[in-house]
């Protein structure tokens, strides 16, 4: 039905799913193409690099605009401390600076850095609001020392060109190589 109302490619996203999952879907998409006679074309999302929060020690941590909290890097257990926001990024206060920004939860949380203090990094609430385990945390103001092509990513793209992908897609690329 996608492909008769004009679906011209399809995105699969290898943050999420097993190589197993990936191939039905290839398999599928390819086999009424051909019977369509419509081209459609297939593009494999690496995963890339993925900074998380760790663990809240309360169910649903609230951070509200206009208020301050402080980033840490994420231990075995979760912070004492209410206003503490768990990364899992080592050295997360060494790589920031003042005036960056911090996206959390595909930017539905806003963070500005104002201060480092030790191992804390000091932070105005900028876009507030909920936050949960291990979601997805973005530093684009610094380059971070995580590597952008991850050795799954490597496995996903050769699985990927063995199925056949068209295009390949990789988020955070910082340089050329």
Do not use: W
Request: proline letters at 5%.
């Amino acid at each position: 039905q996608l492909i008769l109302h004009g679906a011209s490619a399809f995105r699969m996203n290898f943050s999420h799913g097993t190589h197993a999952e990936h191939k039905r879907s290839i398999d599928i998409i390819r086999k009424v193409s051909r019977e369509l006679c419509v081209p459609v074309a297939i593009l494999q999302d690496l995963g890339g690099p993925k900074i998380r929060a760790g663990k809240f020690n309360r169910a649903k941590p609230e951070f509200h605009t206009g208020t301050t909290a402080f980033l840490v890097e994420a231990g075995a257990e979760p912070p004492d401390d209410p206003n503490e926001i768990p990364v899992q990024y080592e050295g997360l206060a060494s790589d920031l600076q003042p005036g960056d920004r911090v996206l959390i939860d595909d930017g539905q949380n806003i963070l500005s850095v104002v201060g480092i203090e030790g191992e804390r990094v000091k932070v105005s609430v900028i876009a507030g609001g909920t936050l949960r385990d291990r979601v997805g945390v973005s530093l684009p103001s610094r380059r971070v020392r995580l590597s952008t092509l991850t050795e799954k990513d490597k496995a996903d793209l050769a699985f990927g060109l063995r199925a056949g992908v068209d295009y390949v897609a990789l988020s955070s690329v910082r340089e050329a190589d």
